[in-house]
């Protein structure tokens, strides 16, 4: 949750903005739209600067995500037109250095993994796939997979160490970190998928989780290690279903659902990871916690 809000009147953006990220120091901001374009600003106090415009997409652009700095300046942009492209700056100059085109639809959302697991970017597309694209030996390797029938509308990576196994002594191979996603998807479902270091691709590692009766919109795993693992899903059935499971019994999922009045499109975890976001179509945001007996509370309504 960001404290101040800044409102960028002239974007220059010449139809919708689907997207808007602020980089990891907050300096850097880059938009998106169905102009077809990202535009990058320079963030200095209050004021604001155009600093680039990106042209590559050939649809609207859908959404933006900046790497972890340790890998550079790396935005990775994906829309209507099916790909995926990676843009980097280097001395102030920026150069698309990736162009990956093997989604036969709209890609969604891209993700960034933890950046103690690699760099590494989860895409899902409406295809039904989803591919991970990894920048190693300064090449970009990649995996795709078929993940939900119908499509695949969200992704969120695990923190990169596991509940309870901050003592672990055995970081297992390469020890880069937890690799696991969640998917959502058109098919009403939600899965978890996890690398697999034989086939250096990813499976699925459990039954897919089920409840949701319309389609899930977004998928969001919280940030922090507690004793739990929380993932929080929102779906057009105008529920959000929150999946617990503890360190003791990994693989089983307990579930909690708050009703809404209408279909729920985001959730996101603050990053303290213990308040939910939910936005909701009836233009409602609400924050909720968890009580000391476990229930979740809605402890603010923000009307848009």
């Avoid at 050939?58 to 990676?86: E, F, Q, R, T």
């Avoid at 690799?179 to 990813?202: C, E, M, P, Q």
């Avoid at 919109?217 to 105008?238: C, F």
Wanted: aromatic fraction near 10%; charged fraction near 20%; charge should be negative.
């Amino acid at each position: 949750m960001a404290s101040g809000t800044q409102v960028i009147a002239n974007t220059g953006h010449d139809d919708m903005i689907h997207d808007a990220v602020l980089d990891y120091y907050g300096r850097r901001l880059a938009t998106c739209s169905s102009d077809r374009t990202i535009k990058i600003f320079e963030i200095e106090g209050e004021s604001q600067r155009l600093i680039e415009t990106l042209k590559g997409h050939d649809g609207a652009v859908w959404c933006v995500s900046w790497a972890h700095p340790k890998y550079g300046n790396i935005l990775a942009s994906a829309g209507y037109d099916g790909k995926v492209l990676i843009w980097r700056e280097q001395s102030g100059t920026w150069q698309r250095i990736f162009d990956f085109a093997l989604h036969k639809a709209s890609v969604n959302i891209v993700s960034w993994s933890p950046h103690e697991a690699g760099c590494l970017l989860a895409c899902a597309s409406s295809d039904g796939n989803v591919s991970v694209l990894e920048f190693r030996d300064n090449s970009w390797e990649h995996s795709i997979f078929h993940a939900h029938g119908l499509g695949v509308n969200s992704v969120s990576w695990a923190p990169a160490t596991t509940p309870g196994s901050i003592v672990s002594s055995n970081p297992g191979p390469g020890s880069t970190g937890n690799r696991r996603f969640v998917t959502g998807g058109s098919d009403n479902t939600l899965k978890i998928w996890v690398y697999d270091a034989a086939t250096n691709g990813y499976k699925q590692e459990r039954e897919p989780l089920t409840g949701h009766t319309d389609w899930v919109r977004d998928v969001a795993w919280s940030p922090t290690v507690l004793q739990k693992s929380y993932i929080a899903s929102a779906s057009q059935d105008r529920t959000v279903r929150i999946w617990t499971s503890d360190s003791a019994s990994p693989g089983q999922w307990a579930v909690k659902v708050l009703h809404f009045d209408a279909a729920v499109w985001r959730v996101s975890w603050s990053l303290s990871g213990n308040v939910l976001a939910a936005s909701s179509g009836d233009n409602k945001v609400t924050l909720w916690k968890e009580n000391l007996r476990g229930e979740w509370e809605n402890v603010k309504t923000i009307e848009e």
